[in-house]
């Protein structure tokens, strides 16, 4: 099995990589991004969720680390070494991939990106979209070609509902959830509601340009866990996969560790 770890702005995601491919996620967990931890205490708390779910670290083949957040991307791979004795392969545009990029500068690339767009262009029909419903909601734009197009970057749906609460004075703080209703027949439906239906309006539009663009069918695939809340929100067919960025470190471990 190897130790996958996705280094995101609000949360540290733990997968574990196993099967033919290494394409079986066989455990998933997650941390609270802390950008002031030390190897430490990053390393004790791996350990103390690692333990609960039964996972020897030293048993681990290998490690994969994805990240976002430049300053822990050393801290972590020093954690998982302490833990498993194995260096950590770390994710950038100048490993193998399957990808050609047609962006003006591949090396900032969002690492979660290349690894999104990489499962897309192994497992779903091209060219693709894929939406990543996280702190930033990142679209990324695969060519029939297996070229990366670039996309868009928003700001996710949590974000923005935290900045207009903090921005006025009536509006409360709310927690997202599906909603039963389009129209919102108070405040808090109206604020989730417009998030939901809002998100999943922006992921259509921009889908139906972007295939208007290409001139050909599009895929679209959605991950993140607001995803479940705005797919039924869509118009147009979307395909959920709450594990490709796993699946994407799996591939690309399996084009490059030696």
Not at 201 to 218: F, K, N, S, T, Y
Request: with cysteine; hydrophobic share 45%; aromatic share 6%.
């Amino acid at each position: 099995m190897v130790l996958s770890v996705d280094i995101g702005n609000s949360n540290i995601c733990i997968g574990g990589l196993a099967g033919a491919g290494h394409r079986e996620i066989a455990f998933t967990t997650r941390m609270v991004t802390r950008p002031r931890c030390t190897v430490d205490e990053y390393a004790a708390e791996m350990k103390f969720l690692l333990h609960r779910l039964a996972v020897e670290p030293t048993a681990c083949e290998g490690v994969i680390v994805c990240s976002v957040v430049p300053r822990l991307t050393g801290v972590l791979a020093a954690a998982c070494k302490r833990l498993t004795g194995k260096e950590a392969l770390i994710v950038s545009c100048e490993l193998d991939t399957g990808l050609t990029f047609q962006v003006d500068e591949p090396a900032k690339v969002g690492r979660d990106r290349l690894a999104d767009a990489a499962a897309a262009a192994a497992h779903y029909p091209l060219p693709c979209m894929t939406v990543d419903l996280g702190t930033a909601t990142t679209y990324n734009v695969i060519s029939a070609n297996r070229e990366f197009l670039g996309g868009f970057i928003v700001p996710g749906v949590q974000t923005s509902l935290r900045a207009i609460s903090a921005g006025t004075a009536q509006l409360p703080p709310i927690a997202p959830e599906p909603p039963e209703h389009l129209i919102g027949a108070n405040t808090v439906a109206a604020l989730n509601n417009g998030a939901m239906f809002g998100t999943a309006a922006q992921l259509d539009g921009l889908a139906d340009r972007v295939e208007a663009e290409l001139g050909q069918p599009l895929t679209v695939v959605v991950t993140g866990g607001l995803a479940p809340y705005i797919t039924p929100c869509c118009k147009r067919k979307v395909i959920y996969d709450a594990d490709l960025l796993f699946k994407g470190l799996a591939l690309i471990w399996e084009k490059n560790h030696l």
